[in-house]
Structures are given as structure tokens and as C-alpha cells.
Nanobody, 124 residues
Framework: QVQLVESGGGLVQPGGSLRLSCAAS????????MDWYRQAPGKQRELVAV???????NYADSVKGRFTISRDNAKNTVYLQMNSLKPEDTAVYYC??????????????????WGQGTQVTVSS
């Protein structure tokens, strides 16, 4: 079983910064892509940023130049540094990862896992 545990959300004023973290734990063999999604009230969940196992990154146009995604493979952790935050960044942020686990000593097929979500509120 795998768990993704997020931390770092909260309330911040416009123009401020927050850093989200997401740590994966369990019988992990390999972590492939790790990414962050967000969902604002009344809107669909959207992809914010992606980082591959090799470190390649991609961002939604709305956050380019403001957000930075990174990962620490030794810690099975992905980060999202959010700068110059705007009220429209207010949402629940979800960590997502594609992970192969070890089952009875054998590598299982990759599966997508989600964190529980962390609230980010940008308001004065």
C-alpha cells in the first residue's frame, strides 16, 4: 500500500509564497511521474505542474514563471514552490504520482495514487 501525504497549505496574502510538500511512503519500487493538481470551488480539477523521474518539468500556462516543481528521489518527495500568489490560485491542491510497488518481492504494474489534498487560500 502507498500513501501520499501533503503539507504546506494555508492562508497567504496576494503576492506571497507557499511551499507544498508531498511524501510518498509504503512498499515503493519506483516512482515515475509526480505532479500537482488543483481544484477550485465549482471548477474541474486541473493539472498545475509535472516532474518526470528524470527531472523534466512542465507547467500550466497560468502558473509559468511563478511556480516551481521539484522532487527529491531519495526522499520520495515532490515539492511545489509557489511565488507571487494570486487570489485565483485559491484551491485545494492535490499531489499525484505513478508508482510501482513491491508485492511479494515482485514489481507490480504502475498505478496512480492521490494525496488527500491541502487547501491554499490567497486573500487579503
Amino acid at each position: 500500500q502507498v500513501q501520499l501525504v501533503e503539507s504546506g497549505g494555508g492562508l497567504v496574502q496576494p503576492g506571497g509564497s507557499l511551499r507544498l510538500s508531498c511524501a510518498a511512503s509504503g512498499s515503493i519500487f519506483s516512482i515515475y511521474v509526480m505532479d500537482w493538481y488543483r481544484q477550485a470551488p465549482g471548477k474541474q480539477r486541473e493539472l498545475v505542474a509535472v516532474v518526470s523521474s528524470g527531472g523534466s518539468t512542465n507547467y500550466a500556462d497560468s502558473v509559468k514563471g511563478r511556480f516551481t516543481i521539484s522532487r527529491d528521489n531519495a526522499k520520495n518527495t515532490v515539492y511545489l514552490q509557489m511565488n507571487s500568489l494570486k487570489p485565483e490560485d485559491t484551491a485545494v491542491y492535490y499531489c499525484h504520482a505513478v508508482i510501482s510497488t513491491l508485492v511479494s518481492g515482485t514489481r507490480a504494474s504502475p498505478y496512480a495514487y492521490w494525496g488527500q489534498g491541502t487547501q491554499v487560500t490567497v486573500s487579503s
